[in-house]
């Protein structure tokens, strides 16, 4: 975002990167110990804890300091 | 799937975080510090810290542009919005917003860039003088604190009544952290907090929107739920249409807020849209510190693009909350507003319907991204506020009045110090609410009322070179008082006003319910106290029942006819049982037998803050039938109608100014500054033709 330092697109692939790795992580528990929500056998965790290890990935790859 | 949802029926805490979403919670605490850190190497000037360099690219300012106005309230709000109102609620997404973010995009942002203003009281200290300017900074700062103190307090309201955080806890652990992050980067930090909300926002709350319509069983099937639900749950606008933008808009009885499309189109989409979006100062900044005119000016053509996206995860779960959320017996779940006397004793409220359909579907991990969202929300709204405020502060309340001549680095030492003390007077209005708690309620009201006179002085500034100084203060000022007026005027009640008739039984009472199917059809209180508000016809004090048992009725006659009596038990003891429950209902009589100790109550008041006069509101908003909302976006035209009209007026009567001083500042004095040529793709005036056009097809689509 600035014209210097790190950009604010890696913090946020950072914070997805992470969010993302305990929500799966929470979601392959649900596959064993199912959670008390409507929906439950759809197992929303796995996938969209998926998709933040997708998106914060490729933030991080696209924007880590080096480059 | 239904779920127990009565408040009697389950313990008040309606979300309960496990230790991962604890863990998400505090990373997020975590990592914002942490920015504002790594920030403060980055604010070392005025410049830097008051307009975060004027560095950013376009993306930044836009989706910054569009997080400072996606706040927890606005999510939750506006999905209580949509509950409320139906379809209508996306408006302030669509007409609401998007032709203003438009206008102040093509036509208004050169104005702010070119004259490089670093508020918008500056540019009205160019265009008018000081008196304009210091009218507009010095209300400006004290509403400003006043909204980031009740965006804190709400904050903690709602945390503390969904997990049972405590308030005072809530309120200095997010007051720290915003203090440290704002106070060490300044807008940088606050603009880089906004983006990560704006993710934070969409990931934590796009799957309720996703999974209420797997459940629902579609687009269609919820919207046939919703025509199903609504009447049960919105029995005061029994024929009203919750499904349509425009074809309920013919009159004032067939849409649920009580307002027709002359209300939409001029109330909110010219004067409130056009004030919040072109002349909010918090909103304006996020885009006047691109690094240049065409980045600022795609930044704000982004901010549209995604505003009209938000509808998806506001708007849409205030519709599902009529089609998904059930009652443990299989009826729609009915919630209230905050000023029913049920809230929070025996129905949710409509505030609720967001965290209530998070809690119906996301599992652990998911609960803590939503409620982490919402705490980011609330955080970047305060740091939002703070940011301005210390801006607005130093340029154009200190400088201009106190110290003038002062070198940079005691505006940035003003700038950090006036974060702190924004923080701070943040916390005194928060604890404030705490005592004054119906405040909260009219604040955003009275905001609302000082923006759109501030548009009309400004537009006619831009466009009209005879606009005059004199003209501008006053159409400005004489606005303002007639916002207040039609306010006061909406809530007074010249023959008094009677709150609805209601009978609370106390913690000691012992009761007996009988009911048929399920429903309850009488109550008897064998022991204990009740509490009455304008159900005695005979008048007020205390009396213990003898002899006979008393019948209190289940109505009482009121100005449009009988009124019901609610009847509400906290906390009381069932007879057969000795369990304790509680219930609220009304229309059925409450039977008092001897021994029981009856308190009455006579209210009635001139002025009602909470209430609505019908007969003055028919004035403003041209119908007995106008909701709130309504009320405020007439309110609003007519105090744009003021401002142009008394601006105008004074200004043929008084000297204007040359126009050597009006050169960067009005419509045809204003050269426009040639910034090279670009690829099609880069054009402001290709993306806001598209902007439009979407606009025109989603209208049309769900019209």
Known sequence: MTEHGIPIWFFIGALLLVYGVLIFGAGLYGLFHPPQVALANLHVGIWWGALLVVIGLGYVRAFRPRR | ??????????????????????????????????????????????????????????????????????????????????????????????????????????????????????????????????????????????????????????????????????????????????????????????????????????????????????????????????????????????????????????????????????????????????????????????VIVAKDL??????????????????????????????????????????????????????????????????????????????????????????????????VWTYDVYKPLFRGNADDRHYLAMGRWCSVVGVLVSIAAAYSLLWFSNILDFLQVLVFFFIVPLFGTVILGMLWKRATPAGGFWGFVTAILVSIGMWAYVHTFPEGYRPPPKATLGADAVVRVEREAGRIRAVTVEKGTVETVNVAADGAGETTVSGRPLVLPASVPGKDGDLPVQVLAPAVALAETGAVSKFGVEGVPLVLEPGVTLRSAVVSARFAPAAFNPDHTETIARS????????????????????????????????????????????????????????????????ATVVAVVLVAVNVVFW
Not at chain 2, 666 to 676: A, K, Q, S
Request: proline share 5%.
């Open chain 2, 294 to 391: 065409r980045s600022a000016q795609n930044g704000t053509l982004i901010g549209a693009a995604l505003k009209m996206c938000v509808p998806i995860i506001v708007t849409l779960p205030g519709l599902l909350g009529l089609a998904v959320l059930y009652a443990a017996d299989g009826s729609p779940l009915v919630l209230v507003p905050e000023s029913d006397p049920r809230a929070r004793i025996t129905h949710y409220t409509f505030n609720d319907v967001l965290p209530l359909l998070m809690g119906q579907y996301l599992g652990p991990g998911l609960l803590g991204l939503g409620v982490t969202a919402m705490i980011a929300g609330f955080m970047s709204g305060m740091a939002g506020n703070v940011t301005a405020f210390a801006t």
């Open chain 2, 1 to 286: 799937m239904t779920i127990g949802l009565l408040l009697g029926d389950t313990a008040t805490r309606l979300l309960a975080l496990g230790p991962l979403d604890l863990v998400i919670v505090v990373l997020y605490f975590a990592t914002v510090i942490g920015i504002g850190v790594y920030l403060k190497r980055y604010a070392r000037t005025g410049e830097d810290f008051f307009m975060a360099g004027r560095q950013m690219t376009a993306w930044v300012a836009g989706l910054s542009f569009i997080s400072a106005n996606l706040s927890s309230l606005e999510t939750m709000g506006w999905s209580a919005m949509a509950y409320q109102y139906g379809m209508l609620g996306a408006h302030a997404y669509l007409i609401g917003a998007i032709p203003a973010i438009l206008f102040l995009a093509v036509v208004m942002m050169p104005f702010y860039y070119i004259s490089r203003t670093h508020s918008v009281p500056g540019y009205l200290q160019l265009r008018y003088g000081e008196g304009a300017r210091s009218v507009a900074g010095i209300s400006f700062t004290f509403l400003t604190v006043m909204v980031s103190g009740a965006s804190m307090f709400a904050m903690a309201k709602i945390l503390n009544l969904l997990l049972g955080w405590d308030i005072h806890l809530s309120i200095w652990v997010s007051s720290v952290t915003v203090a440290v992050y704002v106070t060490l980067g300044g807008l940088l930090s606050a603009v880089f907090n906004e983006v990560l909300q704006f993710f934070l926002i969409w990931l934590g709350t796009l799957l309720v929107p996703i999974l209420g319509l797997i459940h629902a069983g579609g687009w269609d099937a919820m919207m046939k739920a919703v025509k199903r639900n609504a009447p049960i749950v919105h029995p005061t606008v029994q024929n009203a249409d919750f499904t349509s933008l425009w074809r309920n808009l013919g009159s004032f009885d067939t849409n649920p807020m009580g307002i027709d499309w002359f209300g939409m189109v001029f109330g909110l989409g010219l004067a409130v849209s056009f004030g919040y979006w072109c002349t909010d100062f918090l909103q304006v900044q996020r």
């Open chain 2, 624 to 687: 007995r039938k106008a909701k709130p909302m309504a009320v405020n976006m007439y309110s609003g035209w007519w105090s744009l109608v003021v401002c142009v009209l008394v601006t105008v007026g004074v200004s043929l009567f008084t000297k204007p100014k040359p126009d050597a001083e009006l050169r960067n500042l009005v419509y045809g004095l204003t050269p426009r500054p040639d910034e090279g040529p670009c690829p099609w793709y880069e054009k402001p005036a290709f993306w």
